[in-house]
């Protein structure tokens, strides 16, 4: 059975402390895995994308990799303003077509 | 700004109540999702549609009904609503040449 999963469910960081979220997956043939970050009463926001294991993507304090079985987004040296939740997602085909399987997110919280 | 949007933001309704929730977009984009969003579990498709004429079940379809008005226009509808649709409802669109989706700002609906 296709499954994502994010750990931990919720992290504490005091700013500055860099640490890491992890995405682990099963699916039979991944398409790509996405990150999305949501913040309270909003839509999930789009991140990255990554296709391949080895792939690496960047975008200010945020860098997500790729391997076959798992995704890690870290944070270096985050701010108050990277608190939100993070949500993972995997492309896998199936039923007919290229869905889309999310995990149920890690909820993180920057203290100053 | 091509957007996603969505109304109603917040709805409070009754068992046995017929609800729609309407989502519009902006962004030229041919492929529309519906998905749902409760507490401690990923973002689950309820329906999706590839054009206006393709309409198709996600994994979580009964009890919901979907109408595509035109490219721009999708709509959720819940029959007959009873209390566990209580959740959080987005709308997402892609494009058909990727597979990144945009999601709008969300539906908070509860039913008594």
């Known amino acids: 059975e296709d499954q994502v999963t994010q750990s931990p469910e919720a992290l504490r960081l005091q700013e500055g402390e860099s640490s890491s979220l992890n995405c682990s997956y099963t699916?039979?043939?991944?398409?790509?895995l996405f990150w999305y970050r949501q913040d309270p009463g909003k839509g999930p926001e789009f991140l990255f994308t990554?296709?391949?294991a080895g792939e690496e993507k960047e975008k200010e304090r945020l860098k997500a990799t790729l391997t076959k079985k798992e995704s890690f987004l870290h944070i270096t040296a985050p701010k108050p303003e990277d608190s939100a939740t993070y949500l993972c997602?995997?492309?896998?085909?199936?039923?007919?077509?290229?869905?889309?399987?999310f995990g149920a997110g890690t909820r993180l919280a920057v203290h100053p | 700004d091509a957007d996603v949007t969505q109304t109603p933001r917040n709805r409070i309704t009754k068992t046995g109540k017929r609800i729609m929730l309407e989502c519009s977009q902006t962004?030229?984009?041919?492929?529309m999702y519906w998905y749902r969003q409760d507490p401690g579990l990923g973002l689950r498709l309820i329906y999706y549609?590839?054009?206006?004429?393709?309409?198709n079940k996600g994994e979580i379809s009964d009890g919901y009904s979907v109408s595509r008005q035109a490219q721009a226009k999708f709509s959720l509808s819940l029959e007959s609503a009873i209390p566990n649709q209580t959740a959080l409802y987005f709308c997402?669109?892609?494009?058909?040449?990727?597979?990144?989706?945009?999601f709008g700002p969300g539906t908070r609906l509860t039913v008594l």
């Open positions: 997602a995997v492309q896998a085909f199936s039923g007919g077509y290229n869905k889309l399987i």
């Open positions: 990554l296709y391949s």
């Open positions: 962004k030229g984009h041919d492929r």
């Open positions: 699916v039979s043939g991944l398409r790509g």
């Open positions: 549609s590839f054009d206006v004429k393709d309409i």
């Open positions: 997402a669109t892609s494009q058909s040449s990727t597979s990144t989706q945009f």
